[in-house]
């Protein structure tokens, strides 16, 4: 890990994100992808929307339970569709057999979400085993983490200090730092 990066002098909210913002953030990270040649899946586009969306922290089985959930929609919806561009008779006579949605399986939403972390797209909180999007996504940087216990509002800081605390690791420790977590628990400003 690099600590030559981006710096941000204030906090920001992690689950502040606005519909337009998610939209704007799904565009750029398909654009990084097809320019850095990785494969932004449905499936990895779909994990990473939900994030985004998620007003909290977001752990990997509520996920799991989120997709199968949307799967289930779009097999309602699409048997709906279909219904609607039937005749009357055959729609009185619903067919018995239903098939079942594919599940979603923990595998493969865990390696988009190991994908999502290596593109720089999101952030894992190791204390409450959780995911948050990236304030600065993409931009190689280390932030520390404020959660509150309360409220679960997560605030992520990229500042200088701890900036410095990477550089000190690195050049003048010597110690090669792969993957950096900081997070820090408490009562955020409005819960006190």
């Known amino acids: 890990m690099s600590t030559t990066s981006s710096n941000c002098e204030h906090l920001h909210d992690v ?27 449905p499936l990895r586009q779909q994990i990473y929307q939900l994030v ?15 997709l199968q959930q949307m799967r289930l929609f779009e097999m309602d919806d699409g048997d709906t569709l279909k ?25 493969t939403v865990y390696r988009s979400l190991e994908f999502l972390l290596s593109e720089g ?14 304030c600065h996504p993409r931009a190689q940087h280390t932030a520390a983490f404020l959660i509150c216990d309360q409220c679960q509002r997560v605030q992520e800081c990229s500042s200088l200090p701890v900036q410095e605390m990477m ?8 110690f090669t730092v792969e993957r950096s977590v ?6 955020c400003q409005v819960c006190q």
């Open 83 to 107: 219904a609607s561009g039937l005749s009357k008779q055959s729609v009185e006579k619903p067919s018995t057999k239903k098939r079942a949605p594919k599940n979603v399986a923990p595998p």
């Open 15 to 41: 689950q502040d994100l606005t519909p337009h913002d998610v939209i704007e953030r799904l565009a750029a990270a398909k654009e990084h992808c097809r320019l850095s040649g990785a494969r932004f899946t």
């Open 121 to 134: 797209l999101i952030h894992q909180l190791t204390s409450i085993n959780a995911y948050v999007p990236c």
């Open 167 to 174: 550089s000190f690791a690195e050049q003048d420790v010597g």
């Open 52 to 66: 985004l969306e998620s007003d909290q922290p977001v752990g990997a089985y509520d996920l799991i339970t989120q």
């Open 182 to 187: 900081i997070e820090l628990s408490g009562r």
